[in-house]
């Protein structure tokens, strides 16, 4: 059974850094594995992802050069370091793996799901 477990979500002010993280069990062996976000009354859209072989990685503008995806191998957990946070950032963030090749932003490909954390930005 495969399961992704988000952690370290929270809320912090602006200006300020969250790291989350995703542990995976049960799937090693898989195309891509990214982060997503969905705010209240919006639709969820694709934060950062990163294909297995790390050749490949996507940023959304509205977090490049903030948000930098990370994957331990070793412990098969994938990270995003979040910085310089803005209330714009205020969503549910969850991970997601694409198991076959079908494009690294393509949200409908991802078919496995985390349960998805709250991440908070208010002053």
């Known amino acids: 059974q495969v399961q992704l477990v988000e952690s370290g979500g929270g809320e912090v002010q602006p200006g300020g850094s969250l790291k989350l993280s995703c542990e995976v069990s049960?799937?090693?062996?898989?195309?891509?594995i990214g982060w997503f976000r969905q705010a209240p009354g919006k639709q969820r859209e694709a934060v950062s992802c990163?294909?297995?072989?790390?050749?490949?990685?996507y940023y959304a503008d509205s977090v490049k050069g903030r948000f930098t995806i990370s994957r331990d191998n070793s412990k098969n957990t994938m990270y995003l370091q979040m910085n310089s946070l803005k209330p714009e950032d205020t969503a549910v963030y969850y991970c997601?793996?694409?198991?076959?090749?079908?494009?690294?932003?393509?949200?409908?490909?991802?078919?496995?799901w985390g349960q998805g954390i709250q991440v908070t930005v208010s002053s």
């Open positions: 990163i294909s297995k072989t790390e050749l490949s990685t």
């Open positions: 997601a793996i694409q198991t076959w090749p079908a494009g690294l932003m393509a949200i409908e490909y991802y078919n496995h």
């Open positions: 049960g799937l090693t062996d898989y195309y891509a």
